[in-house]
């Protein structure tokens, strides 16, 4: 196991460097270059002079690009240019409100879509099935944004239930202040997801229910409920934990566009205000982290499927 | 090849689901094409007339500066449409010939070419998109690189599994003995043959660029302003929830239903080519369909 989980890390090095070689070069690419990301485009000669000055930007790029990662292994991201605070501790402050969200929406995305998959899987192509299925494709469909808007106007603007906007309280703290402030996005996200969910479980489901198992437990008389309890439901929940967790990690910046419709104070809004501010060192930090954090959570998914399924050897 | 995509529109059509789809996308397609010569007018303002409800005279209602909601989603519609196709065409272009050589030749380059592909999909879309805009700057050109970027992998992922199947065949063979170049091989051979693959990769992804496209105007910083799009009328509308639901609400729906009759058309598409595969599988290989 521990083999295997280092093997995972040496591979992820090389798509790693690439990346954040490419994070670095962004500032290159940018018109006037790194030093009109710093001192921004209209200054004069003099300041353009310093900053090159203080920040090095005269020696050649692969220096350059070694000195940076260093720091950022070090775990030094620079500061905002905004804010003058370090862009490592912005990012810590959103990181568990985009946590806490995404464990939310998942679980709404549970709820909905195990059951659903369940009901279509049993009576394959009955009208059940059709409707349900049905119930996927609208799901992923309907663009989150646009899904966000109608629950607040339902559930804000015409019922005064939940609020419009939502803050970030930590659950620990205050369980019903945070249930009532993640419960819009949390739902928002959670049907979209549901929809990737219910299709593919479905599909498993389906899979697993021709096995010759399945055929060896009805010949015995086990009843039907607890074949599809207990023998399929087993098998068919495998793999289905690696979508949970690549969605768990899909979460952690890519409910931006979730995390705009109620201004709810996670990672991705972050970056959205780093980059209309064109704050160039917090939007490298932020996507290094929000990459790095993917991978791992990937790996992690990996490992634990490895871990609840003994047929998997580690190779 | 063109009996094959009529009769594939057939089947298409047959399909319930897929021919109102298919309906749907022409509306669109007309009104945008032809919006010029439709009595509407998606830049003039009037603030005496701002927020009004959906009425005889504006079908859609009017936006916070008194112009026509239904003009600008039909305006829109263009933008929209527009950006899709052109980022679909990007993805193409740069992703089935890096999938082709990747999986024509196989070792280093398929190595190299498949990090690269790796380091695309190491995000996902939305803040590649997003990255991208920032250094690009916020522009229509800037919008529709950003989504086909994103398409890249797809294409390169298809095109390559199928070169694999295809290369080793009989007819690819039998071109390489008659000293066919590696260039033609892949272009003239091997890509007509796994045209039906992309093209359904090409309806599944417009409908992708369309929602990207429309997330990263809602967000601020797709095709910029005063241009109509839909994304960015979501974004304003949602500011006037209280005093002026439609506003949101309509441009919405019809951004829905554009996405989901493209999914529907691409899956219904899948489904055919996959019963294809099904009844071909032992009886022809690789023949033109």
Redesign the interface.
Same mark, same amino acid.
């Given at each position: 196991m521990t083999a295997y989980v280092l093997r995972r890390l040496l591979q992820m090095l090389p798509v790693l460097l690439l990346a954040s070689f490419a994070i670095f070069a962004m500032i290159y690419a940018v018109p006037g270059g790194p030093v009109a990301v710093i001192v921004g485009e209209n200054a004069g000669p003099e300041e353009i002079a310093a900053a090159i000055r203080r920040y090095g930007l005269d020696r050649p790029m692969a220096v350059q690009y070694l000195d940076w990662l260093g720091r950022a292994l070090a775990g030094d991201f620079g500061s905002s240019l905004h804010s003058r605070q370090p862009v490592l501790q912005l990012i810590g402050e959103r990181l568990p409100a985009t946590l806490q969200l995404a464990l939310a929406a998942i679980v709404v995305a549970l709820a909905i879509g195990i059951p659903v998959a369940i009901a279509s899987a049993v009576r394959p192509n009955s009208w059940i099935d059709r409707l349900l299925s049905g119930w996927s494709a609208l799901a992923l469909g309907v663009p989150t944004f646009w899904l966000g808007i109608l629950l607040i106007l339902l559930f804000a603007v015409e019922l005064h239930w939940l609020p419009s906007a939502s803050r970030h309280v930590p659950f620990w703290q205050a369980p019903l202040d945070a249930l009532r402030s993640l419960a819009l996005p949390a739902l928002t996200l959670g049907v979209y997801v549901s929809g990737i969910l219910a299709r593919f479980l479905r599909a498993s489901l389906i899979g697993e229910a021709r096995a010759d198992y399945v055929r060896t437990a009805r010949a015995k008389g086990v009843p039907e409920r607890r074949i599809v309890g207990l023998h399929i439901m087993r098998n068919a929940m495998l793999p289905f934990v690696t979508i949970v967790g690549l969605m768990m990690a899909n979460f952690i910046g890519g409910a931006v566009v979730t995390e705009a419709v109620f201004t709810y104070p996670g990672l991705g809004r972050l970056l959205i205000q780093a980059i209309s501010t064109r704050d160039y060192p917090l939007i490298q930090g932020c996507i290094l982290v929000i990459l790095i954090a993917y991978m791992l959570i990937n790996l992690l998914v990996d490992a634990l499927y490895a871990w609840i399924d003994p047929r998997i050897e580690y190779r | 090849m063109r009996d094959g995509l009529i009769s594939l529109g057939r089947r298409l059509l047959a399909r319930r689901g897929a021919a109102l789809g298919l309906a749907f996308l022409a509306l669109v397609a007309l009104a945008a094409a032809f919006a010029g010569l439709l009595p509407l007018d998606p830049l003039g303002q009037s603030v005496a007339d701002a927020l009004k409800p959906p009425s005889s005279e504006s079908w859609f209602g009017t936006d916070e500066l008194g112009r026509d909601i239904l003009a600008r989603v039909v305006y829109g519609a263009r933008t929209s449409l527009v950006t899709a196709f052109g980022a679909v065409l990007t993805a193409a272009l740069v992703g089935v010939p890096v999938g082709l050589v990747a999986g024509f030749y196989g070792g280093w380059r398929d190595s190299l070419l498949m990090?690269?592909i /790796?380091?695309l999909l190491?995000?996902?879309? $939305? =803040?590649f998109a997003?990255?991208l $805009?920032?250094? #690009? *700057?916020r522009s229509q050109s800037a919008a529709l690189i950003a989504v086909g970027v994103a398409g890249i992998p797809g294409f390169a992922r298809i095109a390559r599994a199928q070169v694999m199947t295809l290369r080793s065949l009989d007819f690819v063979t039998a071109v390489r003995g008659f000293g066919g170049k590696p260039g033609y091989i892949m272009f003239r051979t091997i890509l007509p043959n796994a045209l039906s693959p992309l093209v359904v990769q090409a309806i599944v992804l417009a409908?992708i660029a369309i =929602?990207l496209e429309?997330?990263l105007a809602? =967000?601020?910083?797709g095709v910029p302003p005063p241009t109509p799009s839909w *994304?960015e009328m979501?974004r304003t *509308?949602?500011s006037y #929830?209280?005093e002026a639901?439609s506003y949101?609400?309509l441009p *919405? =729906?019809v951004?829905?239903l554009t $996405? #989901?009759s493209f /999914?529907?058309i691409g899956?219904a598409l899948t489904a055919i080519l996959d019963r294809d595969e099904t009844d071909a599988s032992g009886a022809t290989i690789g023949g033109r369909r």
């Open positions: - | 990090r690269c /790796d380091v190491a995000l996902p879309n $939305i =803040l997003m990255a $805009i920032a250094v #690009l *700057g409908s =929602l429309a997330a809602f =967000l601020g910083v *994304g979501l *509308g949602k #929830l209280y639901p949101a609400v *919405g =729906l951004l829905t $996405i #989901l /999914d529907t899956r």
